[in-house]
């Protein structure tokens, strides 16, 4: 195994950013939940899907069908996901109901029309082709004719609906992954304006946190433990959904022994505790999340949080002294960088400052990104140095 204290820094900070882009991915999706975004969203792009200008907005219809309409929550929200079986089906069904109204059809010459008397007692597939057939020509019924005789027997009026079924949901599935970066994007400034918010409500410094890693070697070792722990966790959860990896990580970090720290501070004024009890006043499964998410990151004793005796707000309490407090060399050095930050200065505001803005810019990059790169440093810690070759060269 690789023990360096350099990649070992490096191992807890990725840990750090990777537990609070996950309280930054709660934070965000409690407040799409307010506003409905993600339902909004969805609604968007499927009337996307399906706009035809010269036909129905079949968008609109689904919506009103059955099967979609009972997935609200209540009449003023959208479903926040749609199958694409129930897709394919609403369609279906939409254009199907087309034919099983009466219409007149033009004649050859324009000049007569032939009144045409549905029944919907036809089969599914024979209204749908003719719901299809009555459209106004467009690409869209031109693709949905395409569908037609794809799934179309060799035989007069055999039509395969589930090869339908199956064909439109692959189609529908298709513009889904396509929006689902498209939707990552629009999230985008969002998890900045909320990370750098956790970054100054938690006063997360990361150029503080990186120096304490390096000068407190029992909290190294033990966020260290933390971290591979986690990886471990992440890396056995693959091809789950991520909410589904961020809850065992989370069960996993819970079973660890509390972290261990020299200096873990005493006049707390705003810190992690306090802050939970604003989040635990949100009784929703996020509110709980983000509760669990401050709970592990207080109990790992890091060196963040707002406290008298710890810059900034030590620049105007003015703390006490801690430099030669212990004849332990390493205790001595760490304490000692304690009383340096903490005496006011344009350069001290300048690192805390640059510190914040690292931190928020990080935990935008979502907690999948810092997971995959805890794992990938979580291995090569493993792996260790290569051990030399015996063999003599030819």
Not at 99 to 113: F, H, I, M, N
């Amino acid at each position: 195994m690789l023990d360096n204290p350099y990649l070992d820094t490096i191992i807890c900070i990725v840990l750090v950013f990777a537990l609070l882009s996950i309280l930054v991915s709660l934070i965000v999706e409690w407040w799409n939940a307010k506003i409905k975004q993600r339902g909004v969203f969805l609604q968007m792009i499927v009337r996307r899907i399906l706009r035809d200008d010269l036909n129905h907005d079949y968008g609109y219809r689904i919506y009103q069908h059955p099967t979609i309409n009972r997935m609200r929550r209540d009449g003023n929200s959208y479903p926040y996901y749609i199958s694409a079986e129930a897709f394919s089906t609403a369609l279906i069904d939409t254009i199907a109901e087309d034919a099983a109204k009466d219409r007149y059809v033009l004649s050859e010459d324009g000049k007569t029309a032939t009144r045409v008397n549905a029944s919907m007692n036809d089969p599914l597939g024979v209204r749908f082709v003719a719901g299809v057939v009555s459209m106004n020509e467009s690409p869209m019924k031109r693709l949905f004719l395409n569908f037609i005789d794809r799934n179309s027997g060799r035989q007069e009026g055999e039509f395969d609906v589930h090869g339908l079924k199956a064909e439109l949901g692959r189609w529908f599935d298709d513009h889904m992954d396509r929006a689902s970066g498209e939707y990552k994007l629009k999230l985008k400034p969002k998890l900045m304006g909320i990370g750098m918010l956790v970054a100054i409500v938690l006063n997360v410094d990361s150029i503080h946190l990186m120096k304490v890693f390096m000068l407190d070697e029992p909290l190294r070792n033990s966020t260290v433990a933390a971290a591979e722990a986690a990886a471990g966790s992440w890396s056995a959860t693959e091809g789950l959904p991520d909410t589904v990896r961020y809850r065992v990580i989370m069960d996993t970090l819970a079973t660890l022994p509390d972290g261990t720290t020299i200096r873990t501070g005493g006049n707390d004024t705003t810190d992690l505790t306090v802050v939970r009890r604003i989040v635990s006043a949100d009784s929703s499964t996020a509110g709980k999340d983000a509760v669990e998410v401050l709970d592990r990151l207080n109990r790992m004793q890091l060196p963040m949080g707002w406290d008298r005796a710890d810059a900034p707000l030590s620049w105007f309490t003015g703390p006490e002294a801690m430099a030669g407090k212990t004849n332990n060399p390493t205790e001595a050095a760490l304490l000692q960088y304690f009383d340096e930050r903490n005496e006011p200065g344009l350069k001290q505001c300048f690192l805390w400052i640059i510190g914040i803005l690292i931190t928020g810019f990080s935990l935008s990059q979502g907690a999948p990104f810092w997971f995959a790169t805890l794992l990938k440093l979580v291995n090569i810690r493993r792996a260790g140095v290569k051990p030399k070759s015996t063999t003599n060269a030819d």
